[in-house]
């Protein structure tokens, strides 16, 4: 039998008889087997307040053959009365209830050793005592007539219930109507803007778009048909919005020959454009390296062409609604 290191000294010690340890089966059996779990402990009544207490010590298991599963777990039993008490502050005295999991792994008689708790309360040291208990473990009974050796089972697979499947479903229907929220929400934000930028004149939105490409630092030769690619994309947008000519599904050619007839277009000014829309084309398709004449020329002749034309249609809008204005005060 393993002795209990923390009470080499007990025997200096005032003895003092305190009761019977529990042992309560933690898998209920008709009988006990070998490995079995029993929850052994004692409970120590009446407990003065301040107290102290030292346990045995299982490193080393209860005892041979018997083994530990855990230390000690102390809880205190507290009655309604006691709960009541301590809730309104008064100090009384409770019951604690001290216990731990062994294990057999003989068979026989197993004679448990007694459980010997160390106390020390108002400078005086003495050790309780509890009476211990008596296991019969037995093997585990083996047919030795019918007994045939089967091989591994392997893992038993349950199917699945409703119960287990629900909340899976129930959080990806969560999930997909988050996304489609999500995504309407983008949806609307875009319409919103698109008709926000709508009510605006082309030649705001064009004079917006091209005053990105301001300045030098888009004149470096990897640069410039990123520039020149805006550039006349802002512009077949206002041409497009302006003259009513499809020019982002045009060539340039087509283009030209369609504003061709248009009368607020200077022959000057139409051949600058002209020749802008060209060398897009050939820093586009062809890897051309446009000059810096030709970059710091590019900008201002964009800006010229548009402010050019919407002013022109200023005019025609305002001369309308003067014309307008002056056919109803004549009809009154």
């Known amino acids: 039998m393993r002795l209990f290191l923390s009470f080499v000294v007990v025997l200096a010690l005032d003895i003092v008889p305190s009761g019977k340890t529990f042992l309560n089966p933690l898998q209920p059996r008709d009988s006990v087997l070998v490995a079995d779990q029993f929850e052994y402990g004692c409970v120590l009544e009446q407990s003065p307040k301040g107290a102290a207490y030292a346990l045995p010590d299982l490193s080393k298991g209860l005892m041979e053959g018997v083994e530990t599963v855990g230390g000690w777990r102390i809880d205190s039993l507290l009655t309604r009365r006691q709960r009541k008490a301590l809730y309104k502050g008064e100090e009384v005295p409770v019951d604690i209830r001290i216990h731990t999991v062994v294990v057999p792994f003989e068979e026989g008689v197993v004679q448990l050793p007694p459980l010997m708790v160390r106390r020390s309360l108002d400078g005086v040291v003495d050790t309780l005592v509890f009476e211990p208990q008596v296991l019969d473990v037995r093997p585990m009974p083996v047919d030795t007539v019918s007994f045939r050796i089967h091989d591994i089972k392997g893992q038993i697979r349950y199917p699945l219930t409703w119960r287990e499947v629900l909340p899976w479903i129930l959080g990806f229907d969560l999930l997909a ?7 309407c929400l983008i ?9 926000e930028a709508a009510k605006e004149p082309a ?9 990105k490409y301001r300045g030098d630092k888009y004149w470096a030769p990897e640069k410039q048909k990123t520039m020149y690619s805006g550039i006349t994309d802002t512009l077949r947008t206002y041409i497009e919005s302006r003259f009513g000519v499809n020019a982002e599904e045009m060539t340039t ?4 020959d369609s504003l061709r007839a248009a009368t607020d277009l200077t022959p000057d000014l139409y051949a600058e ?13 062809a890897k ?11 900008i201002p002749t964009a800006v010229r062409f548009v402010t050019t034309t919407y002013q022109t249609q200023m005019d025609a809008e305002a001369a309308r609604a003067s014309q307008d204005a002056g056919e109803e005060a004549a009809g009154a």
């Open 177 to 183: 109507l988050l996304v489609i929220l999500i995504v």
């Open 187 to 195: 949806l609307t934000r875009k319409r919103s803007e698109a008709a």
């Open 203 to 211: 030649y705001i939105v064009a004079l917006r778009g091209l005053d």
């Open 253 to 256: 050619a087509e283009i030209f």
């Open 273 to 285: 454009v002209k020749e802008l829309f060209e060398l897009s084309d050939f820093v586009k398709f």
């Open 288 to 298: 051309h390296t446009a000059s810096d004449e030709d970059n710091a020329r590019a």
